[in-house]
């Protein structure tokens, strides 16, 4: 079956520019999540959600990042005025989470590369 | 705080040898998950632990809950296996994860 999908797979923008990534998660996976790998910097968490809410934002930099998700599926990440930090692989993951018995296995989409010049 | 700490973190070894990569990682972790990430290559999942031990083909994931500590090992290495491996502790609650700092593997012919 499909996997997690991203777009765009690369986004180069100018600084202070705004900028949308989306994922489309696994059918079905009620749980979504929002990672960044930075050069020299490994992978970080930014954002959780269960469903359309988001109850851990704990991981996003600034109020210049922001997410949502709609009808329990797409989620968007927009990062307004972007700066020359923003670049990193930003990677979202999916997962049933919820079912019973089930192992909360986190399927990774290929990740979307953002370059601020 | 969750955090995780992983060794070593480059690991060069001949075709064949067996490949030991270790994680350790503090309290309020439920279970350890072991990815896979090929140079310019997306990230893979290979195994989620919450106790006891998985195999799957080659690879072979274990984990002792009372020392927080798991380990990753690899059989009859392949310059294929080369790539960085990656440890992540999954937060209790909603399951976000901690990163380890990545072992980057090389399996030379």
């Known amino acids: 079956g499909a996997g997690v999908s991203q777009s765009p797979s690369n986004k180069v923008t100018e600084k202070g520019k705004d900028v949308e990534l989306r994922c489309d998660p696994i059918s079905g996976h009620t749980a979504l999540y929002w990672y960044r790998q930075s050069l020299g910097q490994g992978l970080e968490f930014l954002i959780y959600f269960q469903g359309n809410s988001a109850p851990d934002k704990s991981g996003l930099p600034s109020d210049r990042f922001s997410a949502e998700r709609t009808g329990g599926s797409v989620s968007t990440l927009t990062i307004q005025r972007t700066q020359q930090e923003d670049s990193a692989v930003y990677l979202c993951a999916s997962s049933q989470k919820g079912l019973r018995g089930r192992d909360n296995e986190q399927f990774f989409g290929p990740g979307t590369r953002l370059t601020v010049l | 705080k969750n955090e995780v700490e992983q060794s070593p973190q480059n690991l060069t070894a001949q075709e064949g040898e067996f490949i030991t990569i270790n994680c350790s990682y503090s309290?309020?972790?439920?279970?350890l998950h072991w990815l896979q990430q090929h140079p310019g290559g997306g990230i893979v999942s290979l195994f989620m632990?919450?106790?006891g031990k998985k195999k799957h083909g080659r690879l072979i994931a274990t984990i002792n809950i009372q020392e927080k500590h798991s380990s990753l090992h690899i059989t009859a290495s392949h310059p294929r296996d080369s790539a960085v491996y990656i440890c992540?502790?999954?937060?209790?609650?909603?399951?976000?994860?901690?990163f380890g700092t990545g072992t980057r593997l090389t399996i030379i012919p």
């Open positions: 632990l919450s106790s």
């Open positions: 309290v309020g972790i439920s279970a």
């Open positions: 992540a502790g999954a937060n209790f609650g909603n399951e976000k994860l901690t």
